[in-house]
């Protein structure tokens, strides 16, 4: 069994940072792609990064140069920076990861509970 844990979250002023951490925990033998979704009140989950296990990553175009995805493998977490918030960042964010529990290269999917991020004065 394997847990996803997020933290980090909170209330934020426009064009404040906040450093999101996903600590993923149970057996895991690798993991594959760490993912960060967000979703609004009233939209649709969107993918806002992901990085790879050789570090290769990618950006909603939202976010470019504003947010940045990182992963500590030997803590199993990721990270996401973000900076230059605006309102519009405001949403519950969700870590995934793709994650082989075994030596065998089958992987699961794992989502977290979500932390919730809100940008305003």
């Known amino acids: 069994q394997v847990h996803l844990v997020e933290s980090g979250g909170g209330l934020v002023q426009p064009g404040g940072s906040l450093r999101l951490s996903c600590a993923a925990s149970?057996?895991?033998?690798?993991?594959?792609?760490m993912s960060w979704y967000r979703q609004a009140p009233g939209k649709q989950r969107e993918l806002v990064a992901y990085?790879?296990?050789?570090?290769?990553?990618d950006y909603a175009d939202s976010v470019k140069g504003r947010f940045t995805i990182s992963r500590d493998n030997a803590k199993n977490t990721g990270y996401l920076q973000m900076n230059s918030l605006t309102p519009e960042d405001t949403a519950v964010y969700y870590c995934?990861?793709?994650?082989?529990?075994?030596?065998?290269?089958?992987?699961?999917?794992?989502w977290g509970q979500g932390t919730q991020v809100t940008v305003s004065s």
């Open positions: 149970g057996t895991i033998f690798s993991i594959n792609r």
């Open positions: 995934n990861a793709d994650i082989n529990p075994t030596i065998a290269p089958r992987g699961y999917e794992y």
């Open positions: 990085i790879y296990s050789d570090g290769s990553t």
